[in-house]
C-alpha cells in the first residue's frame, strides 16, 4: 500500500493525518483507508450531545470516529476518483495510540461503519490485521495514489462558478464547525481553527479559470 500524510481535504483547511491507497486483496477494487491519528489518553462522553467527547486535559472535541467518518463523507462527495467507490473500499478509521479500551470506556457506544472505525493502542494488533485484510499495493501506471492525487476535485466543478465554490467553502467550514460551536456552549472554549485566505482567493481565481478553460488546480 502507499500513503499520502497530511492529505488536504478539497476546499477545506483540514488534513487527514494519513491516507492509505492500495486495492482490496480479493476484488482487486481500488481500497482507500483514512486515517485519523489521536494522541487522547482518556476522554468520556459529553452529556446530551450525541457526538461530542471531553478530552482529560485538551477540553471538548467531536468524537473521533464522527470526525474521521465526516472526512470520508467529505472526499466522496468532492473527490471525482472516489465518487463511486462502494462504502465497504472508502474506509475511515480513528487510531488512538495512547489509550487503552477502559480510558475511552464511554466512547464505544457510538455506532461505528465501514466509515468510522476506532482502535487503541490495547486492539494495535486488530487493526494491523485489518489493514492487511484490507489493503495490498497494486502495481502498474494506474496506481489509486496517482489517481487520486489526479482528481482533487470532481468535474462538476468544471461548469458550477466562482459563487458555487464559495458557497462550497461556506458549507463546508460550517460543517467542520459545528461541533467547536455546539463545544463552546457545553464545554471549554477551543481556539478557532485556520482560516487561510490565500486558499480562498486561490480557489476563487481557479474557479474563475475553470469556468472558461477547464479543471485547474488551485495552490494556497
Known amino acids: 500500500m502507499e500513503a499520502l500524510v497530511e492529505y488536504q481535504l478539497p476546499l477545506t483547511s483540514k488534513r487527514a493525518?494519513?491516507?492509505?491507497?492500495?486495492?482490496?486483496?480479493?476484488s482487486g477494487a481500488p481500497k482507500f483507508v483514512v486515517v485519523e491519528l489521536e494522541?487522547?489518553?482518556?476522554?468520556?462522553?459529553?452529556?446530551?450531545?450525541?457526538?461530542?467527547c471531553v478530552l482529560e486535559g485538551m477540553g471538548t472535541r467531536l468524537h473521533a470516529v464522527e470526525q474521521v467518518r465526516r472526512?470520508?463523507?467529505?472526499?466522496?462527495?468532492?473527490?471525482?476518483?472516489?465518487?463511486d467507490v462502494t462504502d465497504s473500499d472508502l474506509a475511515g478509521i480513528a487510531y488512538l495510540h495512547n489509550a487503552t479500551d477502559?480510558?475511552?470506556?464511554?466512547?464505544?457506544?457510538?455506532?461505528?461503519?465501514?466509515?468510522?472505525r476506532m482502535f487503541t493502542r490495547q486492539r494495535r494488533g486488530e487493526f494491523l490485521t485489518y489493514l492487511r485484510h484490507n489493503l495490498e499495493r497494486q502495481a502498474g501506471p494506474h496506481l489509486p495514489t496517482y489517481c487520486l492525487l489526479r482528481t482533487m476535485i470532481a468535474p462538476s466543478l468544471a461548469g458550477l462558478g466562482v459563487?458555487?465554490?464559495?458557497?462550497?467553502?461556506?458549507?463546508?467550514?460550517?460543517y467542520f464547525g459545528e461541533a467547536r460551536e455546539r463545544a463552546a456552549a457545553s464545554g471549554p472554549r477551543l481556539p478557532p481553527g485556520p482560516r487561510r485566505?490565500?486558499?480562498?482567493?486561490?480557489?476563487?481565481?481557479?474557479?474563475?479559470?475553470t469556468c472558461r478553460f477547464g479543471h485547474h488546480h488551485a495552490r494556497g
Not at 494522541?39 to 461530542?52: I, N
Not at 477502559?102 to 468510522?116: F, N, V
Not at 485566505?197 to 479559470?209: D, I, N, P
Open 17 to 26: 493525518d494519513v491516507v492509505l491507497c492500495g486495492v482490496h486483496p480479493h
Open 39 to 52: 494522541q487522547w489518553s482518556r476522554a468520556r462522553m459529553v452529556e446530551d450531545a450525541a457526538d461530542l
Open 71 to 83: 472526512y470520508c463523507t467529505h472526499l466522496r462527495d468532492f473527490v471525482a476518483a472516489l465518487a
Open 102 to 116: 477502559l480510558d475511552l470506556a464511554d466512547l464505544w457506544d457510538y455506532d461505528q461503519d465501514a466509515q468510522g
Open 163 to 174: 459563487g458555487v465554490v464559495e458557497g462550497w467553502l461556506r458549507e463546508a467550514d460550517a
Open 197 to 209: 485566505k490565500s486558499t480562498r482567493v486561490a480557489l476563487r481565481f481557479g474557479a474563475a479559470k
